[in-house]
């Protein structure tokens, strides 16, 4: 079986490089998906609606058209990785896990012990709280090959 791995979150760090080449290098049956990582492109996900006078509105168009993607492969994950990030807020991970959390889809929150608190909702939905890359990959190794 080949694994469907959804990255969300924090988009400023190399994390998802780091497990992508964990899990290439301990030959892992894995395919990653994410949501779109250039903040730019992702802002103006809308813009080929049209234009906006409202930085609101601008926003919800975009979001709209991010949605398509993320809905799409967070339903067809097969386990997510969530990532929070200690230098800005990612609402939209938030957002995520809780999707997750809805569709029923496991999930694995990958964040700095400092932040433990105002994560507490999102960690208890969760099946287990990483602080590294690497955590994360040797959970996947064990959920994959159960060693």
């Not at 190399?14 to 949501?35: H, M, N, Y």
């Not at 994950?77 to 929070?84: G, L, N, P, S, Y």
């Given at each position: 079986?080949?694994?469907?791995?959804?990255?969300?979150?924090?988009?400023?760090?190399?994390?998802?490089?780091?497990?992508?080449?964990?899990?290439?290098?301990?030959?892992?049956?894995?395919?990653?998906?994410?949501?779109?990582?250039?903040?730019?492109?992702?802002?103006?996900?809308g813009?080929?609606?049209?234009?906006?006078?409202?930085?609101?509105?601008?926003?919800?168009?975009?979001?709209?058209?991010?949605?398509?993607?993320?809905?799409t492969?967070?339903?067809?994950?097969?386990?997510?990785?969530?990532?929070?990030?200690?230098k800005?807020?990612?609402?939209?991970?938030?957002?995520?896990?809780?999707?997750?959390?809805?569709?029923?889809?496991?999930?694995?929150?990958?964040?700095?012990?400092?932040?433990?608190?105002?994560?507490?909702?999102?960690?208890?939905?969760?099946?287990a709280?990483?602080?590294?890359?690497?955590?994360?990959?040797?959970?996947?190794?064990?959920?994959i090959?159960?060693?």
């Open positions: 079986m080949k694994w469907n791995v959804y990255l969300s979150g924090e988009i400023h760090t190399d994390w998802r490089e780091q497990i992508i080449q964990g899990c290439r290098e301990a030959d892992l049956p894995v395919e990653f998906t994410s949501a779109v990582t250039d903040h730019d492109a992702s802002d103006a996900a813009d080929v609606l049209g234009a906006e006078s409202s930085h609101f509105w601008r926003d919800h168009k975009s979001a709209k058209v991010n949605a398509i993607r993320t809905k492969q967070i339903e067809r994950c097969d386990i997510a990785v969530v990532r929070f990030g200690d800005y807020k990612q609402w939209n991970a938030a957002f995520d896990a809780g999707f997750c959390a809805a569709l029923g889809k496991p999930y694995i929150t990958l964040h700095s012990a400092d932040i433990i608190h105002p994560l507490k909702e999102v960690d208890s939905a969760a099946m709280w990483a602080q590294t890359p690497q955590q994360v990959i040797e959970l996947l190794a064990y959920v090959n159960a060693k």
